[in-house]
């Protein structure tokens, strides 16, 4: 018998191997990429596609065959050239998602040994990466491309090799594809022969899976389904499952019964269990063979499938599956339903009837008019009449792989050779809880010409027929609504083109963007001739682990293989935001199969609360909790299922306690601010602001960001001989706190990691509080050996700012006065990161007279933590924003303002008073601007923008100089163990943690340039607190710096201790030096503690004065972006960034922390937006709802260079920390879309001086670019309407 999860997710579970990574559970990220191979008895041969294995029920892959990851190639036989040539690209950091990427190109290689670049495209796009920014996976996929086929969609960028770059010294290699392996499809795995032949057999019964809560089966053949649907009525067909399935995974719905549904065909038309991806062939089929005219409406449709789901989600989802799960964000209804299409269904009872698919068809949300004992066969897609004109629109967060907010079908018949309406269908998805036919509208249309009267007329009918409350499910009212007429607009322009032209559309405008894969240039300085050739340091070595990531061989937590009763940790939360716990009752939860203990703050050992920078945190909430989330309890249970519903069946009463607020504003209102508040100030603002030319004042709101790591948190505890260990945890900053919380000595505990599925800050502190509760679970269970798992996920950090700015009319800034408010949630954790936002609020301006308050908001929302950047971001952004509204004032390029107000003198003191050069920052940005083309590009845009009413370009460039290290000095140190084996082998131990960042790869390259000893004999132990204790965070991009310093001290001892012996005998080998230095000295092993011997950090906050950071690192970054006006969408058209790393340790690894920071920084300025319901809920949860940059964001043309001869004494090896700063770059994005948005209201006769929060979500570009549409759709008065979600 299968249990319930084994029916359903397995594949990860059942086969036990852990190459295929489980991310999202839902579809969402890719991480879980597979290929399945079938028989298609049909056309005779065999299907090989990727799908989800999250999704994928196990038993409905009777007859198929499944490669995982491991199927294709491993370190210990072969690697298969895709795992290769993503390793060698550099393609892998984190490691997590790389199996999925491996499986997605692995399988498009199997059916297309030569793709082109868009079918690179295609094939990744359901692929999720958080740490690399795509390009160089695609770098290392498109060596597969025929050379030519990649080389048209690679053009020659016209800007880079200019006079920065002396031929000579330096390169764009990042690496080279000599002497790879071929791809040879005969070395492929055969399908096998025995399914083959299974498969040529008809089936000869069905099959019943039987699960101890659900039972599937797949029925024989339609007869039976038939049968089967009789019989059990209310039973869901699972085809696809893609519907399904995310409801059971995330809702945990019981369902009693399944009908299996993977073999039947019927009808001459698209068969219902035709999936998506077979929809688009044929279409595209069709498109290809037939006259245009007859396509009209295929071509509508292959429109929408081009950015539906990812290509996993297509080959698994079902046309029929897509239109009867009845929810209106799904596309394809509204596009089918304006097409006229026929649905035939058939039951046992009533046989075959036909169906128009129409409103009607829909009865509520997941509800259609079938009965349940009706199953649909195929749904009839009628070719275009001659003078029918079909078009469809869609517009979601992300242009790609993201739900629609609304989507919409169109279609109008003309009476022949007129431009007379002879009939027109309009509907919308995403505007209702159903599918919605704007009837009326139609009607009255019909009979009128196609002019601007009808369109002034279907717009303001429109307006009255599309329903849709203030307090509407979803929100985003007046977006959604604007959208509706927008979308009209874009037809009755496109319809209109084609009338008078009768070709097809010639004006860009009116076309969606289209996505492409980017291609970039790299530049960085080689070493010099003088560096020894057997030296790494400097070269762009590839990540140490990434063969072993690449073919799902390298280990994370999840993949510790099981041990024999172990347990699982699943916690209660609070479901009120402030409230006093009356009871808490677990003996429902108890009594459930499989529950061995409840735990609650009595049960833990020592104490339950700790003093976090002075601020309490509890571990269980006692007496009240003050946010929805908050840990009340744990229920620990044999399986993760099982852990996971009995914590649902926990009853906790609340008694509500007021008052309960979670935004800025409310905060401010209360004056509920964590203590201390900070504060930092130069000059005498007060005084400067009498004498200023101008004043201005402005406010900005950012939102948070989720780290969405793709490996969420998660550790196992193992209590041993009352000793205990913490195997893979993802922190080891949770020592000290399993300590307190157990009331046991640190050196009594363990905790070990070897590496991260990515952490960007979110891995720091919360993960310690977890990691008491599941040591308490250990300790509390059997008092002494006991392995327990817990998983969890992750928080963010919100803010806003209010500024008064004082300047001059050329420009030239005098005074700003700028208070920061930041969403810290219901405790402090780490929202102490407000100080390195006002330690960055300067960023490279001289602006002699700065003051920046710090307030940390305390509101009953779960509490916050630091994200990669730790405040620099926002801190940056505000002045940046600053700069750019002072430009905006002056009628200036943001640009000339920017120069104005810069640090230029050699030696500059920052408003902290620590003193600096700038001199590397000023380099960056001219490089950054020349080889932009940044003054010839504007020109460009100006005229783009005057010849394109509903598109319009911006441009932005910044510079940045970014403080790298702690700002309490103590933090700043690393060290590190190397010992040196009798074989001549090295291993080498330090405190730092590898996730992704190559921290590992850095330190092999240092020691091996000290021990002189290749990269390949020196080996890295997972990082432990029994080897290297006491070790600082990972973090302040100061992880290389600390470590690499003591990597060098502890080798540079081995050497001192090893040279009068070489130096005695010159001609031996390294291991002879090794094994016979030994006496008097003994076997060479060297323990560092490295503690920092820079310039000394500390700020003195009462004075605003001190040396905050080690140094800065500069860079300058230059974006272009289009905007479409009618719906918000936008491209991001080209970045180029300089960056000041010194002399670069690794540029492969430098190059790619730019371009995955930028790439996250994307998500944080443009798309990804967090929302909390009324109650204080977060309702983006998971890739469905939280969009994170996938493939189609990252500027196709994104070039990154390195800046020459720039030095850092410092740091190791002149080097310099690049972690953190790349993120705010982005920004360059979110102001070059204000740049283009401002070009849009302009043209309308509006000010160019507009609010616009972070993120630029398409919501805020479209109703930022106001015109009669936006003034169709005002916002309600606030405190009339009960709004769907609250900005916090
Ligand atoms: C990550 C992700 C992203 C997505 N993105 C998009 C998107 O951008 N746009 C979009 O439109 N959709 C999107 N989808 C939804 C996806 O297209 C649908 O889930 C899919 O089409 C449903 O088909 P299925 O075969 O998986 O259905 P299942 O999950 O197997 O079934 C769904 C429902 O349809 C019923 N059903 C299915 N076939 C029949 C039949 N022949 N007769 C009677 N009843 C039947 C079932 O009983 C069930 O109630 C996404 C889904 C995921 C997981
Ligand atoms: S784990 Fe399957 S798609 Fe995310
Ligand atoms: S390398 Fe892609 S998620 Fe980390």
């Not at 002399?1143 to 190059?1151: G, M």
Request: aromatic share 8%; charged share 20%.
């Amino acid at each position: 018998m299968l249990s319930q999860n084994h029916l359903h997710v397995s594949l990860l579970y059942i086969v036990l191997l852990t190459g295929t990574k489980y991310g999202c559970g839902g579809g969402g990220c890719g991480a879980c990429t597979v290929m399945v191979s079938k028989y298609d008895q049909l056309n005779n041969r065999v299907l090989h596609y990727t799908v989800n294995a999250c999704l994928q029920p196990i038993c409905t892959l009777h007859g198929a065959a499944v490669v995982t990851v491991e199927g294709i190639g491993s370190t210990k036989t072969k690697l298969h050239p895709v795992q290769e040539r993503i390793a060698k690209a550099h393609g892998s950091q984190c490691g997590f998602c790389t199996p999925g990427m491996v499986m997605s190109m692995y399988t498009l290689l199997r059916n297309k040994p030569h793709p082109t670049m868009e079918d690179i495209r295609e094939a990744l796009g359901g692929n999720l990466c958080r740490c690399t920014g795509y390009r160089p996976i695609i770098d290392g996929f498109k060596t597969f491309c025929d050379v030519s086929n990649a080389f048209n969609l690679f053009p020659q960028n016209d800007c880079v090799l200019n006079k920065y770059l002396i031929p000579c010294q330096i390169s764009e290699e990042l690496f080279h594809m000599d002497n790879v392996l071929p791809l040879d499809p005969s070395q492929d795995l055969i399908f096998p022969p025995e399914l083959m032949i299974m498969g040529k057999k008809r089936a000869c019964g069905s099959l019943c899976f039987q699960g101890d809560r659900l039972k599937l089966i797949s029925p024989v053949d339609l007869t039976n389904l038939l049968e089967l649907k009789t019989e059990y009525p209310e039973a869901p067909v699972v085809v696809g499952n893609t519907t399904i399935g995310i409801n059971l995974l995330l809702c945990h719905l019981l369902f009693v019964i399944y009908l299996l549904c993977v073999h039947v065909h019927a009808g001459v038309s698209m068969g219902a269990v035709c999936t998506l991806s077979s929809l688009k062939e044929e279409m595209e089929r069709a498109v290809r063979e037939m006259e245009a005219e007859r396509t009209r409406g295929y071509q509508a449709l292959l429109q929408t499938l081009q950015c539906l789901a990812g290509k996993q989600i297509r080959n698994m989802a079902t046309i029929g599956g897509n239109i009867l799960s009845a929810n209106p964000k799904y596309d394809l209804n509204s596009v089918l339903a304006a097409l006229d299409c026929t649905l035939q269904v058939m039951s046992k009872e009533n046989g075959t009837r036909a169906i128009t698919l129409n409103e009607e068809l829909f009865t509520g949300f997941g509800k259609t008019a079938l009965r349940p004992d009706e199953v649909l066969l195929s749904i009839d897609i009628p070719y275009s009449k001659p003078w029918e004109f079909v078009s469809a629109f869609r517009q979601a967060q992300r242009r790609e792989f993201a739900f629609s907010i609304v989507n919409a079908g169109m279609k109008v018949l003309f009476r022949e050779g007129t431009n007379i309406v002879e009939s027109l269908n309009i509907y919308y998805g995403g505007v209702g809880p159903t599918l919605v036919k704007v009837g009326r509208t139609c009607q009255k249309l019909v009979g009128r010409s196609w002019g601007e009267d009808l369109l002034a007329d279907a717009c303001r009918l429109l307006e009255e027929e599309v329903e849709l409350s203030d307090s509407a499910h979803g929100g985003k009212v007046e977006y959604r609504k604007t959208l509706t007429t927008s979308f009209f607009f874009k037809f009755y322009m496109q319809v209109l083109q084609e009338l008078r032209e009768r070709v097809h559309i010639q004006d860009s405008a009116l076309k969606p963007f289209k996505n492409e894969v980017p291609q970039g240039h790299h530049s960085f300085q080689l070493v010099s001739n003088a560096q020894s050739s057997q030296d790494p340091v400097g070269h762009p070595m590839m990540h140490q682990a990434a063969f072993h990531q690449a073919t799902g061989e390298a280990q994370y937590y999840d993949d510790i293989p099981a041990v024999q009763g172990e347990l699982f940790v699943f916690m209660v939360t609070s479901t009120r935001a402030h409230a006093k716990i009356i009871n808490i009752d677990p003996s429902e939860a108890l009594g459930m199969t499989g529950v061995v203990t409840f735990l609650s703050a009595g049960d833990v050992p020592g104490q339950n609360r700790r003093m976090l920078f002075n601020n309490p945190e509890e571990l269980f909430a006692e007496e009240e909790v003050s946010c929805v989330g908050q840990i009340i309890g744990a229920v620990v249970a044999e399986s993760r299922e099982q852990a996971r519903r009995a914590a649902q069946m926990v009853k906790v009463t609340y008694q509500d306690l007021l008052p309960v607020f979670f935004t800025i504003e409310e905060a401010i209102q209360h004056q509920s601010f964590f203590d201390p508040k900070r504060k930092l100030e130069r000059g005498d603002v007060d005084k400067a602001f009498e004498t200023v030319d101008q004043i201005l004042e402005d406010e900005i709101y950012l939102g948070g960001q989720e780290h969405f790591y793709m490996e969420t948190q998660g550790l196992i505890a193992v209590y041993y001989n009352f000793l205990f260990e913490c195997p893979f945890v993802l922190s080891l900053q949770l020592q000290e706190v399993v300590g307190i919380t157990l009331g046991i000595d640190s050196n009594k505990i363990t905790c070990h990691v070897r590496r991260l599925g990515g952490a960007f800050g979110g891995k720091v502190m919360k993960i310690a509080s977890l990691s008491a509760i599941t040591a308490t679970a250990a300790v509390n269970i059997i008092n002494n050996n006991c392995v327990i798992r817990g998983i969890f996920t992750s928080a963010f950090l919100t803010t806003s700012f209010f500024s008064q700015v004082g300047y001059n009319n050329d420009g030239t800034i005098m005074a700003a006065d700028i208070t920061y408010y930041s969403n810290g949630g219901c405790t402090l954790n780490e929202s102490l990161i407000m100080e390195k936002a006002l330690l960055h609020m300067d960023n490279g301006y001289k602006i002699p007279n700065l003051r920046g308050r710090g307030l940390v908001c305390k509101t009953y929302l779960p509490s916050y933590t630091a994200f990669r950047g730790f405040g620099g971001p926002q801190g940056l952004m505000v002045m940046e924003s600053v700069l750019h509204e002072v430009a905006v004032k002056c009628g200036l390029p943001p640009q000339k303002v920017r120069e104005i107000n810069m640090y230029r003198e050699e030696e500059c003191y920052t408003h902290h008073k620590q003193l600096f050069s700038p001199r590397d920052m000023l380099r960056c940005w001219d490089e950054c601007l020349d080889k932009a083309g940044y003054h010839d590009r504007l020109q460009a845009i100006q005229q783009f923008n005057t010849s394109n009413r509903w598109k319009k370009r911006g441009i932005s460039a910044v510079p940045m100089k970014f403080g790298v290290g702690f700002s309490k000095g103590f933090f700043n140190q690393g060290a590190a163990l190397v010992n040196i084996y009798k074989d001549g082998s090295v291993l080498v131990a330090h405190g730092g943690t590898e996730m992704g960042q190559g921290i590992n790869t850095k330190a092999l390259q240092i020691a091996s340039r000290i021990l002189k000893v290749p990269m390949s004999s020196i080996h890295i132990k997972e990082t432990c607190t029994g080897n290297v204790p006491n070790a600082a965070p990972s973090a302040a991009s100061f992880g290389t710096d600390a470590v690499g310093m003591a990597v060098k001290d502890a080798c540079e001892k081995l050497m001192r201790r090893l040279k009068p012996f070489m130096e005695n005998h010159p001609k031996y080998t390294w291991q002879q030096w090794v094994i016979n230095q030994h006496p008097p000295v003994g076997y060479p092993n060297a323990v560092t503690v490295w503690v920092s011997r820079g310039p000394h950090t500390d700020m003195d906050w009462e004075n605003s004065e001190g040396p905050a950071y080690y140094y800065f690192t500069f860079g300058a970054c230059c974006s272009e972006v289009e905007i479409d006006c009618l719906t918000g969408d936008h491209k991001n058209l080209r970045t180029d960034i300089v960056m000041d790393v010194g002399r670069s340790l690794n540029p492969a690894l430098d190059i790619g922390q730019i371009e995955g920071g930028f790439v996250q920084g994307i998500g944080l300025y443009t798309i990804e937006e967090l929302q909390f319901s009324l109650e204080g809920v977060l309702m983006t949860r998971g890739p469905s709802q939280y969009k994170i940059p996938a493939l189609c964001d990252v500027p196709p043309q994104f070039n990154v260079h390195l800046l020459a001869n720039a030095q850092n004494p410092h740091a190791i090896y002149r080097s310099k920390g690049i972690g953190e700063p790349p993120v705010f770059l982005a920004s360059t994005i979110f102001f070059a879309i204000k740049e283009a948005v401002a070009a849009a209201r302009r043209e309308r006769g509006l000010g160019d001086s507009f609010p616009l929060s972070s993120p630029a979500t398409a919501e805020r570009i479209r109703m930022a670019c106001e015109d009669q549409f936006t003034e169709m759709a005002p916002s309600p008065k606030k405190g009339t309407f009960k709004p769907w979600s609250i900005n916090i």
